[in-house]
Nanobody, 127 residues
Framework: QVQLVESGGGLVQAGGSLRLSCAASGRTFSRYGMGWFRQAPGKEREFVAAITWSGGSTYYTDSVKGRFTISRDNAKNTVYLQMNSLKPEDTAVYYC????????????????????WGQGIQVTVSS
């Protein structure tokens, strides 16, 4: 079992930065790929970024490439999402999630393949 708690959200002006953290409980955090998703009002939840269990591979949706960076510290049971050059369209509730399968070579971009989710945290970017 993995329990996830996000932090670091808030209100920021366009062009600013935020760093989201997702703290995981459970001894097996380091065996799971991790992902970040977001959901804006009236829209479906969408994939943002993912990282393999080892941290060796990362994946991003096109709209955040070059602006967002996902990383993890397995010693601290934490995954991060550094968000730079934020835009109003980045406004959403952000969720971290753990892949259902341990030690997977790749990490999926579809929400249904993630078995554990945090409660979500609001990120608001003002123009």
């Amino acid at each position: 079992q993995v329990q996830l708690v996000e932090s670091g959200g808030g209100l920021v002006q366009a062009g600013g930065s935020l760093r989201l953290s997702c703290a995981a409980s459970g001894r097996t955090f380091s065996r799971y790929g991790m992902g970040w998703f977001r959901q804006a009002p009236g829209k479906e939840r969408e994939f943002v970024a993912a990282i393999t269990w080892s941290g060796g591979s990362t994946y991003y949706t096109d709209s955040v490439k070059g602006r967002f960076t996902i990383s993890r510290d397995n010693a601290k049971n934490t995954v991060y999402l550094q968000m730079n050059s934020l835009k109003p369209e980045d406004t959403a509730v952000y969720y971290c999630a753990a892949h259902s399968r341990a030690l997977a070579i790749a990490v999926p971009t579809t929400a249904t393949e993630y078995g554990y989710w945090g409660q979500g945290i609001q990120v608001t970017v003002s123009s």
